[in-house]
């Protein structure tokens, strides 16, 4: 009886509540909504700081972006145990939706995105005491989305491109590579107009406009806009912003968290290990990285990607004016024979192993330097712009821009990379010194000199892309030359990935990318 009447009762209580929807839809009174929340400078900061937590999600800065910018390069590789991975890194794509590779990225991305036009939005309605401080936190999110825009384009090139903050039934127009770029440009150069020059000691790691200014001239760059990629380095290089940069001493301090946020540092993601947990949208979210410990050599890591053999013998071909190895190679590479070249070396406290056979292993923000294991909170943070990658770019656009020998000051800023490891100038080097003789031959050297000064820093794919190695068969050859990956791929289509056919599927006004 019992029963029957409990029952009776839960029938009545569902019917009740089936014809009246809005018992159902009680907002939680505690739960900010756009209607609540968007109201204050506080609220400004806070959703600014929600767009700065997507560095801290896995198809971001964590983990997966160094697997496409850094594996898929002529410099690394993967020979995974996990199949499906280390064919997205060989330009074999079974699964268009692969989640750790596709489809995480592209969320991640966007939620990204998301987060900054949510900023666009609502915080030009906030009155602020100070407008310098509303500029600056527009400039940020600017800047972020800017960033982000950046690496899809250099991974998908067609995506739709959103400014303000989405709907869950929306259905973006796609557009092209081009569309994107001058969309990119545009946050770029409002953004450099209101960042601070330097931020005090609280608020580093914001971008700076030196920051802004360096990413427009790596966007104008990969347009070939030689003109416009130099007006927007030369700040950096020969303007007032030359002030503020310098190479640090030691190479290696570049990757290293004791002495991060240095003078080189243009623009660094920001790791610590204080919440070693999930990844999630939650109170103390995990803010390390993700990359040690995917990269360690076998048995103290994943090693689920490694560099390629060629840039070790790269770096042995020219010694020091000392006569002594590049210490770039020191720095940037486990090797079989590191510890016959560089005599005291060990790898996390260990002897080389036989289990490790010929193979080579990342050293680049390892945390070989201070403990013998890694996990997934590596306190390392990612410089994603350093001072010597924008005085090789700024090299090149003065190349580019110039007929006959190349000028100057573009071999000076190349040597001044050189010197600061050791090496001689080009001019006197026994190897290098004909680079001199020609625009051509001085920007196929700078192709090399860019990669032994910034290998697994994840820029190669944006100067493969750039140059366009894999646009003819002779380039491809090359490329394939130092990676037997590159055999799988297809020119006028490999150069990008496939977009996430979920996505496809459920935009009508998104076509999947061409001949995939």
Known sequence: MK????????????????????????????????????????????????????????????????????????????????????????????????????????????????????????????????????????????????????????????????????????????????????????????????????????????????????????????????????????WLVEGAGATHYDLVDNYKHNFMHTTENNKESVFEIQFSDVNPRGDGDVPNQNVGSNRAQFFAPRGIGWSDGQPRRWLVDEYKKEQTVDGDIDPRLQASIFYPELQTDFPGEKIYGRDWEAGWGADCFFRKYQGDYYRNHEDYYSPINFRVIRYADVLLLYAECLAELSSGTPPALAVELVDRVRERVGLPTLANSTLYASALNSKEAFLKRLQMERSLELCLEGVRWADLKRWGLWDSQDGLNELISRDADFTNFVVGKSSRMPIPQTEVDNNPNLDQNPMY
């Open 3 to 234: 029963k029957i009447l409990l029952y009776s009762l839960l029938v009545l209580v569902l019917s009740i509540v089936s014809c009246n929807e809005d018992l159902i839809d009680i907002e939680n009174p505690n739960f900010p909504t756009t209607d609540t929340f968007w109201k204050t400078p506080d609220d400004a900061q806070l959703g600014l700081d929600a767009a700065y937590t997507m560095f801290y999600k896995p198809g971001s800065w964590t983990r997966w972006i160094y697997f496409r910018f850094d594996l898929t390069s002529d410099e690394g590789y993967s020979q995974s145990p996990w199949n499906e991975l280390k064919e997205w890194t060989r330009f074999i794509y079974f699964n268009y939706n692969f989640w750790e590779g596709n489809a995480w990225i592209w969320r991640d991305h966007y939620k990204a995105i998301f987060r900054c036009n949510q900023v666009l939005d609502y915080v030009p309605e906030i009155e602020f005491s100070s407008q310098a401080d509303k500029d600056a936190i527009l400039a940020q999110a600017k800047f972020l989305r800017a960033l982000y825009y950046y690496n899809l384009v250099l991974m998908f090139d067609n995506v739709p491109i959103v400014l303000n903050a989405s709907q869950p039934d929306d259905t973006p127009e796609q557009s092209t590579a081009t569309q994107v770029y001058a969309q990119i440009k545009t946050d770029l150069q409002d953004a450099a107009s209101a960042l601070p020059e330097q931020w005090n000691a609280a608020n580093l790691g914001r971008p700076t406009k030196g920051a802004a200014l360096a990413l427009l001239g790596k966007v104008h760059m990969q347009m070939h806009e030689w003109q416009e990629a130099k007006d927007a380095l030369s």
